[in-house]
T-cell receptor, first 116, second 118 residues
Framework: GENVEQHPSTLSVQEGDNSIINCAYSNSASDYFIWYKQESGKGPQFIIDIRSNMDKRQGQRVTVLLNKTVKHLSLQIAATQPGDSAVYFCAENGAISNFGNEKLTFGTGTRLTIIP | DARVTQTPRDKVTEMGQEVTMRCQPILGHNTVFWYRQTMMQGLELLAYFRNRAPLDDSGMPKDRFSAEMPDATLATLKIQPSEPRDSAVYFC????????????????FGPGTRLTVL
């Protein structure tokens, strides 16, 4: 089945530095990718998404890069803050159902710790 | 501020008991997902609905789990009988989509129900 590998599994970054989290996916038909942030005791929250017709998308302090050739997705967080400490998940709509590509396959998560 | 709500937030029960978890999706969303999150398996999709009709429940143990949408504002996930291995955080998420569309869309997650089966 579809597979999403995420790395690193843990990441510690000094406050103010940048962080990068990576995902590798296996399904060349995937055309929608999304990053979630999950804080302790809460559900995943949307950060940013990107569709396959783009290779870069930027939000506030976050950038997602998509390389369809090598099936690689990354999330960059600039000027990290203590509030960025959380678990981050990538997801892609690689599981094709009879009803369309609504099903998201999630990566295994990256625990990001910002060191003050 | 529209958000998905889930009840209860925490549930502790004994093996063999029935557990019912409830979810209120965001008004206007037509797709509801149930996920289970554990340390070992991560986030797993159990089932999802479009316009209240079940589309896919292949991720759900059929013998003990059931999911329904009695109306557009309520989704339920039941486990009967519950077992210790069902201990996990169960998330409901909602979104908007059209069957047959070739692409996915954002899913909005609720706060989850932490289930502990003793």
């Amino acid at each position: 089945g579809e597979n999403v590998e995420q790395h690193p599994s843990t990441l510690s970054v000094q406050e103010g530095d940048n962080s990068i989290i990576n995902c590798a996916y296996s399904n060349s038909a995937s055309d929608y990718f999304i990053w979630y942030k999950q804080e302790s005791g809460k559900g995943p929250q949307f950060i940013i998404d990107i569709r396959s017709n783009m290779d870069k998308r930027q939000g506030q302090r976050v950038t997602v890069l998509l390389n369809k050739t090598v099936k690689h997705l990354s999330l960059q967080i600039a000027a990290t803050q203590p509030g960025d400490s959380a678990v981050y998940f990538c997801a892609e709509n690689g599981a094709i159902s009879n009803f369309g590509n609504e099903k998201l396959t999630f990566g295994t998560g990256t625990r990001l710790t910002i060191i003050p | 501020d529209a958000r998905v709500t889930q009840t209860p937030r925490d549930k502790v029960t004994e093996m063999g008991q029935e557990v019912t978890m409830r979810c209120q999706p965001i008004l206007g969303h037509n797709t509801v997902f149930w996920y289970r999150q554990t340390m070992m398996q991560g986030l797993e999709l159990l089932a999802y609905f479009r316009n209240r009709a079940p589309l896919d429940d292949s991720g759900m143990p059929k013998d003990r789990f059931s999911a329904e949408m009695p109306d557009a504002t309520l989704a339920t996930l039941k486990i009967q009988p519950s077992e210790p291995r069902d201990s996990a955080v169960y998330f409901c998420a909602s979104g908007f989509g059209t069957s047959g569309t070739p692409t996915g869309n954002e899913q909005f997650f609720g706060p989850g129900t932490r289930l502990t089966v003793l």
